[in-house]
């Protein structure tokens, strides 16, 4: 099963955890890798917020991308589903909201909060319509606070920097 429709390479497995990626980037060139995890060591679990508990989605182990407009979740072994992904850019629409989180035991973790909204349906391909999700990946090999940092400011980018195609040069003293 896969959600929100990432399109992946025909050898992706073989491709998970190497220098070459597993999914096809926006062909017009404006979508670019800027952190990818090392290890399938993260797991991700997706409820919904409802009190029937709808939706229960757990996996085991997992690669996260992020780029300059998703966010990128495969599943490398185990799990309910075998990609995951959120468009930033609809961020908005989403609802979505996001937090680090630091328990005294046990590994870090990310918390996400989404509503899924019915236009457009692409936002939140896979899930039930106007209903709230949690989200969580725990990081269990480390990399969480870069993997936020880098998170933090491709959201920024994604809804208030739409503009923006490239970065500006630095200025330098003369």
Known sequence: MSINNVVLKDNYSKLLGTSELPFVLASDGSEVIRFSSSSPRQSLSIVSKQSDNSVHIN??????????????????????VSTFSVDLTLSPRLQFSHELKSPWFGPNYWEFIFFS??????????????????????????????????????????????????????????
Do not use: M
């Not at 269990?140 to 994604?158: H, K």
């Not at 739409?162 to 040069?169: A, H, N, V, Y």
């Open 59 to 80: 996996t085991k182990d997992g690669f996260i991308y992020l780029t300059t407009k998703r966010f990128i979740y495969i599943t490398a072994s185990q799990g309910d």
């Open 117 to 174: 909204t019915p236009t457009p349906s692409i936002a939140s391909d896979g899930f039930p319509k106007n209903e709230y999700f949690k989200g969580q990946v725990k990081f269990n090999d480390g990399g969480l606070f870069q993997f936020v940092e880098v998170f933090n400011s491709i959201l920024n980018d994604a809804v208030n920097n739409t503009q923006i195609d490239d970065q500006l040069p630095s200025y330098s003293e003369i």
